[in-house]
DNA sequence: AGCGGCTTTCAAAGCGCTTTGGCTCCCAAA
DNA sequence: TTTGGGAGCCAAAGCGCTTTGAAAGCCGCT
């Protein structure tokens, strides 16, 4: 059932179908009942690939995501994003159509995306420090948002972001008002923007507090159990092992744990534990009172929050570039706890 | 840049230009060359709706997944699983469409994919038990492969699927083997195929071995790290507490193990635990030596056999479903060991 | 010279929609 | 009675590709 057969079938032009279907108003009360009564009746839905080249939109958002080609990882904060972003979609009939890359290919996804033509917009997951797939995508002129920010540009652009800065230096100083000096920090891999400005938070409490940032106890990399753990080992092996220390996931929290409990250490207890949680749906930081000390902003919510600024950018183009900052909510566990004497 | 403005150029018909592009044969290789030649230079790319509109084809696999309305989670091995698919797809020159979509409406989400024409096939999620997706699939004509199985639906469908039967059934009899009698189930929901048929296999082994099936040592309900520790620290405060646990997820695992160490007591000396392990590429099971005993198969390898089989069968519609079956590799870890005396 | 049979190329008709630029009524205003 | 204008509808021209059916060119043969 196309729309050539619906129009013959009500004796109308195709023109006044379609116009009727769309909501157009030249078209009267009586006529459109009719129609939208007949299109239900004989099941018609409009081909999407006759519409999409009819119109020249794709109503499709692309997103890319890169596998590391070394450590084989997905981040998994990509499925709750998505989860939230996708809600926006569906709800204004636009699909979602994902790439995975390995991340040496990814320039190539982009311009695939763009002269496939089949999407409208995309999404920049994990932008890194001076982020070069913005000038890229600058100069396609496709729309897109960034799920985070990238220092180093200066040129004005659409992102969504929680302060990470301000996060870690609110953590650092709840550990310093505890009483820590040797804290560590179990960060990201500091070539992505948000691992930088939460280093940059960090130092930032610690300085304004005169304490020094021990090289030693500042680790970077992925953010897995497995690091959490191994990384968390070697700092209590140190001659001074630190007090309390700062994760920037849920995951590498956990690690932490695992390693503290390992020595026959208690958490909370003879050291502090706050991390980073990105409120993951099928990680949660226990039920109603949290386990973790933590930083807590929702990815799910910045997902929604992308998704609706692209959608916006893509209906109006000339806008001026729309920026989000979202704040995280420091919530207190049982992970942390006044620092031992020592 | 477009077809006829290429074939402007070159002096050739639309057609010619088309199927030199295309591999057609009825072209000169001397053409075929100049024309290809020409496309690079001119940095000409179909336009992806207009092919698809003339051929009728998509180019493009669906991806329905549920978030449940009342647990809000994304299951996280979706994102391993779409990993290993979305290689295939690219590699093959398709999209993935991802819907993420509350749980009650996921039919309509298949039947908007089918009425909307914009994919070729889908894949089936998380199948339950007499799944009512396949035959709502098979009614509306849409090639599907199914990762799992679902119990009860008797016309054969193609899928791929791990065999959760013997799996738990082996690891059963390896911790029987041990010495172990009150052993202990955390299990994925049951109304989920791969869950009833875990539960299964531990049934058969325990029976096998004359060893009676304890009620109270079954659990079923979420796969996350906190149902994981709840369920275990109510078993742990049985008046017969289980000495081992097998646990469907690596997260449920983690669960176990803090519940354990919470207890006061050592994983593997005082309870055995062994896991299902999907080999999640942000959620290892330890490095070179799995810290956990585990039933190991890669979910991203399923995808990507999940992806292959469905398009086998976009292309060549009428061959009879094709199926595979994989076996799970026990592998020994640190988390299990012989039954303490009592 | 004429012919059949290849190979190579082409014009034109789709695919199913949107949108432009009318056209026809009908009614109120002049 | 004419006229201007709005309401309601339509035919046809796209959108950029594929594919059908036919034609043109070339070859060796008889």
């Given amino acids: 059932m196309n729309l050539k057969e619906l129009s013959d079938i009500l004796g109308l032009s195709q023109t006044t179908v379609s116009r009727a279907l769309n909501g157009y108003p030249e078209v009267s009360e009586a ?47 990509f499925a709750d994003f998505i989860a939230g972003a996708g809600e926006i979609y569906s709800r ?11 991340d040496d290919e990814e320039e190539a996804a982009y311009r695939a995306f763009h002269s496939k033509r089949n999407i409208d917009g995309v999404i920049i997951h994990g932008p ?25 540009i200066l040129d004005p652009y659409s992102w969504v972001d929680v302060n990470n ?14 009483g820590h000096r040797d804290i560590a920090l179990i960060n990201g891999i500091e070539t992505m923007d948000f691992a930088y400005r939460r280093r940059k938070g960090f130092e930032r409490a610690m300085v304004l507090r005169n304490t020094p940032v021990r090289d030693d106890l500042i680790y970077s990399g ?22 309390a220390v700062l994760t920037s996931s849920l995951l590498g929290a956990m690690g932490a744990r695992r390693a503290i409990e390992d020595k026959g250490l208690q958490m909370g207890r003879d050291i502090s534990v706050l991390t980073f949680d990105d409120e993951l749906g099928y990680l949660s930081n226990g039920g109603d009172e949290p386990i973790f000390t933590a930083a807590r902003s929702s990815v799910r919510e910045a997902g929604r929050l992308c998704a609706r600024t692209l959608l916006n950018r893509i209906k109006e183009p000339d806008l001026p570039p729309e920026t ?19």
Same sequence: chains 1, 2.
């Fill in 222 to 243: 992925e953010m897995t159990e497995g690091q959490g753990y191994a990384a968390m080992n070697r700092m209590l092996a140190l001659p001074v092992p630190p007090s």
């Fill in 128 to 152: 890194k420090l001076k982020d070069n797939r913005l000038k890229l995508l600058d100069s396609l002129g496709l729309p897109y948002v960034v799920h985070g920010r990238s220092s180093g």
């Fill in 92 to 102: 204004s009939g636009y699909d979602m159509v994902l790439t995975i890359v390995p």
């Fill in 31 to 77: 006529t459109r009942r009719r129609v939208a009564e007949a299109a239900r009746a004989h099941n018609y839905h409009p081909n999407t690939q006759a519409k999409r080249l009819a119109t020249g939109r794709a109503m499709a958002i692309g997103h890319v995501i890169p596998i590391s080609t070394q450590h084989e990882i997905v981040n998994p904060v």
């Fill in 165 to 178: 800065a301000r996060a870690f230096e609110r953590a650092t100083t709840f550990l310093l008002d505890l």
């Fill in 324 to 342: 989000t900052l979202l704040e995280a909510v420091l919530v207190v566990g049982h992970s942390t706890g006044p620092a031992p004497f020592r």
